[in-house]
């Protein structure tokens, strides 16, 4: 499964950024969807998950409130919209599929990193 990452870039702190990651194959509503985050020196970080059906979400403590990921299905799609960034958000975004909502943390397949960027 090919992710493609899009959105990433420079923001101002407190404002908004989306991201969308496209999975252009006809199983892509069974997978959980997730996006995680790797800071320079730490370890990478699940962000949020989405079920394949959308009605589970699951979302880092850091992001609650002010991060939305969502899922288009028909598109093969799943986006995450991020408002109030912060300079601590700052990090190389990426994408990743699994198979389970269970294994939402351990993604089967991952999408390219896009750097987002948070200007104090």
């Known amino acids: 499964v090919q992710l493609v990452v899009s959105g990433g870039g420079l923001v101002q702190a407190g404002g908004p950024l989306r991201l969308s990651c496209a999975a252009p194959?006809?199983?892509?509503?069974?997978?959980?969807m997730g996006w995680f985050r790797q800071a320079p020196g730490k370890e990478r970080e699940i962000v949020a998950a989405v079920y394949g059906n959308n009605d589970s979400t699951d979302y880092a403590d850091s992001v609650k409130g002010r991060f939305t990921i969502s899922r288009d299905n028909a598109k093969h799609t799943v986006y995450l919209q991020m408002h109030s960034l912060k300079p601590e958000d700052a990090a190389v975004y990426y994408c990743?599929?699994?198979?389970?909502?269970?294994?939402?943390?351990?993604?089967?397949?991952w999408g390219q990193g896009t750097q987002v960027t948070v200007s104090s």
């Open positions: 194959v006809r199983t892509f509503s069974i997978y959980t």
């Open positions: 990743g599929a699994s198979l389970s909502y269970a294994t939402r943390r351990y993604p089967a397949y």
